[in-house]
């Protein structure tokens, strides 16, 4: 894709029970300055009035509108894979069905990549609004402790050691290349899609993180997947007072348990399809690659150390003190602060 090359997106929209908001969208991506080569629309089977808007909205729309209705309800993550699997076109931007795009949010992220070529994907900032749009005066990445000195190590380019610790880049706010799906998918089923995205994405090639609210994103009790109520200043702060509630030990192991499962599945994936698409793309394996697949096995034993602590405090201290000598508390958790979580809950 050259810089003068004008590129094919596809929107690939995922919709459930969305009519109270859907059309407000749709008008959106109609008013769009760079529009879609095409809108792909996935729908979980919603139960309401959303098939019926997108339908009329398909016969007036600047761009062809590919409706597809699924035989059995799906979920986000499996939802949105299927509907990346029906884009045609050179990129994809993944959209959510309750958000408002700005007329300028698809222009920005093309021009990133017509600008650099080689990136794979690109996201931005939001504005977070509420479920009638009013401003709640934060950014979606204040929201989630994407806070401005982790802004600039990502676009100093180290971007994949702040997704190993911590989830910040949203789907509907991403465009990346349609020829990464052969390593993407399948997706895991405990993943979800944007942070399964982002993180293998920047294993495979660069990418441009463009620093503009380019979307009204609505937070409202409705969402799949939201984000908190106020502005987050410690990313470990909810995790801490989560854990502080004896009665979900047992809970909070589990998913330690499983999101080094999480993470291990992430190094298969790019041990096999990443390492052949970057040797079929004629693409060196990135200098920071392999220290970082040897970081998430670090991390994956991490979480499977705090995954398998017992209930009595005192057999807890050796594994406790052991991963405390390590390290690994301070390169993956909150440090003594988790520490002392293990051992008190």
């Known amino acids: 894709m050259s810089e003068s090359e004008r590129p094919h997106v596809s929107i690939a929209l995922c919709t459930f029970n969305g009519e109270r908001y859907i059309e407000e969208l749709l008008d959106s991506l109609a008013g769009q300055k760079h529009l879609p080569a095409e809108l792909v629309v996935c729908d979980d089977r919603s139960t309401d009035g959303t098939v019926g808007l997108i339908e009329a909205f398909a016969e ?10 699924g035989h059995r309800q799906r979920g986000p993550t499996e939802n949105f894979q299927w509907a990346i699997s029906l884009c045609e076109g050179d990129l994809i931007s993944l959209c959510d069905q309750d958000d408002v795009w700005l007329s300028h949010k698809l222009a920005r992220a093309v021009d990133a990549f017509r600008a650099t070529p080689e990136i794979g994907f690109s996201f931005s900032d939001a504005e977070l609004v509420s479920d009638d749009l009013a401003p709640l005066g934060r950014s979606l990445w204040d929201a989630v402790g994407f806070k401005p000195h982790f802004r600039e190590q990502a676009l100093a380019g180290d971007l994949v050691r702040l997704l190993v610790r911590f989830t910040f880049v949203t789907g509907a706010t991403m465009v990346f290349r ?17 942070a399964w995205i982002a993180l293998l994405g920047t294993f495979l090639r660069p990418y441009a993180v463009i620093d503009e609210q380019l979307m009204l994103y609505r937070s409202h009790g409705d969402q799949a997947v939201g984000v908190p109520e106020r502005a987050v200043t410690n990313v470990w702060e909810m995790r801490w007072k989560q854990a502080a509630d004896p009665g979900k030990a047992d809970f909070h192991r589990q998913r330690r348990r499983t999101e080094a499962e999480r993470f291990r599945k992430l190094v298969e994936r790019f041990e096999t399809a990443g390492r052949s698409y970057l040797r079929d793309a004629g693409l060196p394996v990135p200098g920071n690659i392999p220290p970082m697949l040897e970081e998430l096995e670090q991390r994956a034993q991490h979480l499977d150390a705090r995954g398998a602590l017992p209930d ?17 508390y301070r390169r993956f958790s909150a440090g003594l602060l988790s520490a002392a979580q293990d051992f008190l809950y």
């Open 60 to 69: 007036l729309a600047p761009f062809p509108v590919k409706l597809h209705i």
């Open 178 to 194: 349609s020829d990464l799906r052969e390593v993407l998918s399948p997706m895991p089923h405990n993943w979800h899609h944007d």
């Open 312 to 328: 009595q405090r005192l057999k807890r201290l050796p594994l406790v003190l052991k991963e405390s000598r390590t390290g690994r």
